[in-house]
């Protein structure tokens, strides 16, 4: 492959895929909502076909009609921008002391969000001397009663949408130690917001323990965990104002100012 060609844009293998990026990409030229007979024109296509493809796109907000025959970018494509861009400014913000606090306690250092009914795991530091496998990758899931990061979540929340959580989910368990009962669930969600951290005790891999502790932006809302795994015989409890103090100073980094009050 030539140098030329690897520059080259890969064109998606499905054609009204195609289509779509080029709606969307000439809706984005303009501040101002753009008539269908002038999108026809500039992608090429006729003019049912992409009304069709633009009300398909409207359908899942990622275009608006602001009046009839006329089109904008939607609100949706805003809110996932925001939701890429605050994973990514809190990746960069944990980097460096993720590091640090790995090569003090030599365990997994997890960075984890909330994705619906599940955490992700966006970052990780680590390293074989650890003695542990990692089992969930960096892009990784996992249910949110189920872990540390994702217990700090749901203590966040207001005790009706637990509820909900536990009925929408069932709280299904993977191990033998997983919580599975509402009322169990309750009493570790109280302890998470009396002490800002979280623990699971072997509750999404047998053999594994964790502890995390919260991240804040600058609007004093939780955006991520900060968690150590480790072995079940080896967690060390005299990890916790490491852990914590790491979690502060990616919260302030984030703009998160600790109230005085």
Request: charged share 25%; net charge positive; glycine share 8%.
């Amino acid at each position: 492959m030539t140098k030329h060609e690897s520059t080259l844009p890969v064109k998606p293998t499905v054609q009204v895929i195609e289509r779509m990026f080029t709606l969307l990409e000439i809706l984005a030229t303009r501040e101002e909502a753009v008539s269908l007979k002038e999108i026809s024109e500039k992608s090429g296509l006729h003019p049912s076909t992409a009304h069709r493809i633009l009300n398909d796109l409207a359908t899942g907000r990622f275009v608006d009609r602001p009046a009839a025959g006329n089109y904008r970018l939607g609100m949706r494509l805003l809110e996932l921008g925001n939701l890429v861009k605050g994973r990514l400014n809190v990746r960069d913000a944990a980097l460096t002391p993720m590091r640090e606090l790995h090569k003090l306690i030599q365990q997994p250092v997890n960075l984890s969000m909330r994705q619906g009914d599940e955490i992700v795991y966006v970052e990780r530091a680590y390293s074989e001397r650890s003695g542990m496998q990692v089992v969930r990758a960096i892009g990784g899931r996992a249910p949110l009663h189920l872990t540390s990061t994702g217990k700090l979540f749901l203590a966040a929340d207001d005790p009706q949408r637990v509820r909900t959580y536990a009925t929408r989910t069932g709280l299904a368990g993977h191990t033998r130690n997983s919580i599975t009962q509402l009322p169990l669930l309750e009493r570790e969600l109280a302890k998470a917001r009396q002490y800002g951290i979280a623990r699971d005790n072997e509750e999404l891999e047998l053999g594994v323990r964790c502890m995390a502790a919260g991240i804040y932006d600058d609007q004093n809302k939780l955006v991520a965990g900060l968690s150590i795994s480790a072995p079940a015989d080896r967690l060390d409890e005299g990890w916790l104002p490491k852990l914590q103090a790491t979690a502060d100073e990616i919260s302030t980094a984030l703009g998160y100012k600790t109230s005085t009050v």
